[in-house]
């Protein structure tokens, strides 16, 4: 696929991967659909803005299924079409299990997997009258190998990664495409919050030995969003952390 004259939508994108993924793809050539649940600053779309495409700003809660349609709705009212979406949105709420308290894990569970579903489902239906598009979701390492602590956490982005092979399935016979990235360690506030000590024992886990770079998972979205024989794959971007 090629990216220019195409519409993305990147939701959870005001700060961090997100951002970034709308950067890359705006770089790309394509007109770029900020999203988050507050209006973007404005020194956000500038940012995305630089490359001198069409930048758009639409708010939206992606727990909310009304407030998904009427998300798309704009979307294809303003643009007139919608060709890649990346599912980015995501919270987390760490604890140990036997404290984590049902509202925390609901409320992972809600933004990270349910919103994903939402935001998929509300574009179906004109997607399919497309016969054209895909779907990137954001999972997690931690999806694939659990993480203590992050029991909800892990639970929502391996749940991300089955609904992709599904929706991969399902879409395929009307041209769509479905697939994951599971970044790894990356460095971003999280990471850098982590002591000194905490990061040397994370990178000896590691065999590329350091953190990977918010850019190199945008890479990884705009590749899958061009490449048109890849659907139902989890791509991991985690410097061999989770190599088999």
Known sequence: ??????????????????????????????????????????????????YGHRVADISADVTDADSVKNLITKIYDQFGQLDVIVNNAGIVKDGLLNRMSTADFDAVIQTNLVGTFNVIRQALRPMYKQRSGCFINMASVIGLTGNIGQANYAASKAGIIGLTK??????????????????????????QALSPKMQEEILTQIPLKRLGQI??????????????????????????????
């Open 215 to 244: 850019q190199e998972v945008a890479q990884t979205a705009v590749f899958l969003a061009q490449n048109e024989y890849i659907t139902g794959q989890t791509i991991t971007v985690d410097g061999g952390l989770t190599m088999q």
């Open 1 to 50: 696929m090629e990216l220019q004259e195409k519409v993305v939508l990147v939701t959870g994108s005001s700060r961090g991967i997100g951002l970034a993924v709308a950067q890359a793809f705006a770089q790309a050539g394509a007109t770029v659909v900020l999203n988050a649940r507050k209006p973007i600053a404005v020194e956000v779309m500038d940012q995305v803005a630089q």
């Open 166 to 191: 599904s929706v991969a399935k399902e879409v395929a016979l009307r041209g769509l495409r479905c697939n994951a990235i599971a970044p790894g360690m990356i460095d971003t506030q999280m990471t």
